[in-house]
């Protein structure tokens, strides 16, 4: 059977970056028949070796986990399904890559319960109430710079810099930096797209100097702390002692890379997407400027169900296992698809509907329960709704005049642009 798109299931394939250019409506098409027809359908890796000949030659390839169930059942089962040869990369990197650049998400216990616990009061709800006036100050901020213009560039001018300035702060990285720190995490998430990574040159070299740069920051940051420790978690991360053991310069390199640019490159096309989703359905977006505080309650969740900003984890199986019905072997790679998961009709009524009070979201875009569950949550939850607050306020007429410009990934659902337009203030 085929989807609208023309596509039949022997003709998707998820590894080609053609189908991640094709319009949304396909793709969800695609996905729709692959959750119906074969929820664990089998894909060859990506051949990374054509853009860079650093990268690895292609490994056996992956299941695609297409079903919000199956997503559920990987997610809260680390025991089985592991981390630690890599969460974000479908290849197998050289471990002192997957060290360096993705941390603890691509760890098992004990040690991603060790890594996560450094870090997790600095993101639990009562701490995140906390910078409550921070996350404010900066929403008023970039709206301020934005609102004379009448019409911007909205990722750009306001959803980048936002959490930008946000996690900066809350890693103690000054003003001075933050353009260095957006462009670098715009390389390594950027997934060689050619508006980051030019082309011609190597996109896996682009991302290790990317990684260097951030690295080279956090040692001046840190050196500097030691003498002048303050409320931050960069002097938190160096101060950290757990059983009389401090961080190792590699794993402190590597928090800070996965906090930037998990902190950066997530909240972002939430809030861009959530801009474009409330254009095209004004009935919802009049929900919610008439009630802010009572609709963000759902709404917040609803942008990132509709949004899935991080399309993809991966795990690989520890032990052969059965997972639906369909054998799995120890060794094998699972990728597990947030996006969608998040329009399985079997989990949501109604899931192409966007709709702000939906109750129960059982959406697994922060990923589902488990150990892994995004660390930064709180603080994306609090950072969507004042943004969206302080937006339809301030400027209550904004909306998206044009085609989103996509970033060119099948890991981060990204917009890169997308013209607005509002009566200037
Ligand atoms: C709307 C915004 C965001 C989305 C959609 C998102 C999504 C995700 C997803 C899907 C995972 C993987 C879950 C799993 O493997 O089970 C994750 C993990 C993570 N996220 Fe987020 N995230 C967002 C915002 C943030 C922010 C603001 C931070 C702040 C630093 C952050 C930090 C992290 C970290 C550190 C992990 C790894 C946790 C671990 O391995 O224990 N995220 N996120």
Redesign the pocket.
Known sequence: MAAPTGLTLDQIDLSDQAFWERPLSEREAAFQLLRRERPLAFFEEPDLTEASPLAPPPGPGYRAVTRHADVVEI?RHPEIYG?SQG?VSIADLPSEMVEYFA???S?DNPR?ARL?RI?SAA?NPRRIASIEDTIEQVADRVIERASGLGECDFPTEVAAPF?LEI?CDMMGVPPSSYATVLRCSNVILSNGDPEYVPEGSDPILAFIEAGQELTDLMNDLSAHRIDHPADDLTTALISTNIDGESLTPGELASFFI??LT??NE??R??ISHGLLALTEHPDQRALWQSDPDGVAATGVDEI?RW????IW?RRTVNEDTVLSGEELRSGDKVL?F?NSANRDESAFDDPGRFDVRRSPNPH?????A????????H??RR??TVMMRELLARLPDIEATGEPDRLHSSFINGIKHLPCRFTPR
Do not use: D, K, W
């Not at 949004?307 to 991080?310: D, E, K, L, Q």
């Not at 697994?364 to 589902?368: I, L, N, S």
């Not at 488990?370 to 949550?377: D, Q």
């Open positions: 997610s981390s969460a941390g603890m998400i760890t991603h996560r870090v993101f959490p996690i996965l906090l998990a902190g997530t909240t096309n939430a990132v949004a899935s900003p991080v984890m597990l947030y697994v875009g922060f990923g589902a488990g150990p892994h569950f995004c660390l930064g949550a603080l994306a950072e969507v």
